[in-house]
C-alpha cells in the first residue's frame, strides 16, 4: 500500500507571520456542511500535510485525506461552515486540493461572520473572496483586505468535490473578560508569533508555541550542530503584553541534543517593525539569565524571573545550539 506525501509547500514570508486561525490543535471545528459523504469535512483542518494512500478504499469509496462531497446532481453547489479556533482579523486564505486531481471543485467563494456566542440563525454573512477558479492538486492562496473580527467562515465549493486543507491566515484578536485570569501569553492560541531565528534546520521556533507537549523531537525547535562560536537565537512577539510570573522551558524528546543553557531577554515595543527588531534585539535586558537545561523536562522558573516592566516580545537565545520543544509565558493581560 503506497503512501504519497504532499511535497513541502514554501509558504510565503508574509504568511508565516499569521496564525492559522482555522487550525484543529486551537479548537477550530466543523459546525455544519451539505455533504461529507466520500471524505469529512473535519478532515480539512487539521495541521498536518496531506497524504494519498494509493490502495486505501473504505465503504464510501476511494479514501482521501480532506472534504469532498458526492458528485452533484442537481442545481446547487457544497459548502462548509468553520468554527474558527480564535477570533481574528483574517489576512489570506489558502484553499489547499493537494492530491484532488480530478475530483477538485471548479471554484470557490468564502464567506464570514463575527458570532461569539455560537448563534449563527440570524447573523449576516459577509463575502471576503469571490467565488474564484480553482486547479487541480495545488496551493490557492488568496490575500483577503478587511480589518474585521470573524469567528465563523463559510466555505462554498461550487459544484462539489474536495478540498484537501483549508487555512484561514489572521492576527488572533483574543478577548479578555477576566483580567484576573492567568494566560500563556506566548501560545499559539493567544496570538504569539515567530519574528526570526538564527537556524532552523531540524526544527522551525513556530513548533514553540503549539499547544500541548510535542509530540516527538520534529515537533520542536531544533538547530544544527554549532561549529562556530556563539549561540543560536530566535525573537518572538507576545499574542498580547503582560508582565511574567512564571516561565516553562520544556525539552521534550531532545535527550542528547538539549542546549546546555536557555536565557531569555525581552522588551515591549508598540512601533518597531519586525527587521528593526532583530539587530535591536542583541540589547534588551534579561527577563531570564543564562539556566542550565536538562534533557526531555519541563524547567519551570518563577523566582529566577527578573523584574520588568510589561514585555510584548522576547529574545530565546539556546546556548550554544540543539532543540527546545515549548516555551510558556505565564501572565496576566497588562
Known amino acids: 500500500m503506497a503512501t504519497l506525501f504532499a511535497p513541502i509547500f514554501d509558504v510565503p514570508s508574509y504568511i508565516q507571520q499569521l496564525t492559522n486561525l482555522a487550525d484543529d490543535r486551537i479548537g477550530a471545528e466543523i459546525i455544519d456542511c451539505s455533504d461529507d459523504f466520500f471524505a469529512e469535512a473535519k478532515r480539512m483542518l487539521q495541521f498536518t500535510a496531506p497524504v494519498f494512500v494509493e490502495d486505501k478504499f473504505d465503504q464510501h469509496g476511494k479514501w482521501m485525506d480532506g472534504w469532498e462531497t458526492r458528485r452533484k446532481r442537481h442545481a446547487g453547489y457544497d459548502w462548509a461552515i468553520i468554527k474558527l479556533g480564535v477570533a481574528g482579523k483574517i489576512k489570506a486564505l489558502d484553499i489547499d486540493t493537494t492530491f484532488f486531481t480530478g475530483n477538485y471543485p471548479a471554484s470557490a467563494a468564502v464567506e464570514a461572520c463575527y458570532a461569539p456566542d455560537g448563534e449563527l440563525g440570524h447573523i449576516e454573512w459577509q463575502n ?184 510584548s516580545h522576547i529574545r530565546v537565545n539556546m546556548i550554544p545550539d540543539g532543540g527546545i520543544s515549548r516555551i510558556r509565558l505565564w501572565a496576566k493581560v497588562a
Not at 201 to 230: Q, S, V, Y
Not at 271 to 300: C, G, K, Y
Open 128 to 311: 471576503i473572496l469571490k467565488n474564484s477558479l480553482l486547479g487541480p492538486s495545488d496551493h490557492h492562496i488568496f490575500n483577503i483586505d478587511t480589518e474585521q473580527v470573524f469567528t465563523h467562515i463559510r466555505l462554498n465549493i461550487y459544484p462539489d468535490g474536495g478540498v484537501a486543507r483549508f487555512r484561514v491566515y489572521g492576527e488572533v484578536q483574543i478577548q479578555v473578560k477576566d483580567r484576573t485570569q492567568t494566560l500563556d501569553l506566548l501560545a499559539l492560541e493567544n496570538g504569539g508569533r515567530v519574528i526570526a531565528y538564527s537556524d532552523a534546520h531540524f526544527g522551525h521556533p513556530r513548533n514553540l508555541i503549539n499547544p500541548g507537549r510535542g509530540i516527538n523531537m520534529g515537533d520542536g525547535w531544533e538547530t544544527k550542530r554549532r561549529r562556530a562560536p556563539g549561540f543560536d537565537w530566535c525573537i518572538l512577539a507576545l499574542g498580547r503584553s503582560g508582565h511574567i510570573e512564571k516561565i516553562d522551558i520544556d525539552t521534550a524528546h531532545f535527550k542528547g541534543n538539549f542546549p546546555a543553557q536557555v536565557s531569555i531577554q525581552a522588551i515591549y515595543l508598540e512601533d518597531a517593525t519586525d527587521q528593526q527588531l532583530i539587530p535591536q534585539s542583541m540589547f534588551w535586558p534579561f527577563l531570564l539569565e543564562a539556566q542550565e537545561m536538562q534533557m526531555d523536562h519541563i524547567h519551570t522558573f518563577v523566582e529566577e524571573i527578573l523584574e520588568q516592566e510589561k514585555i
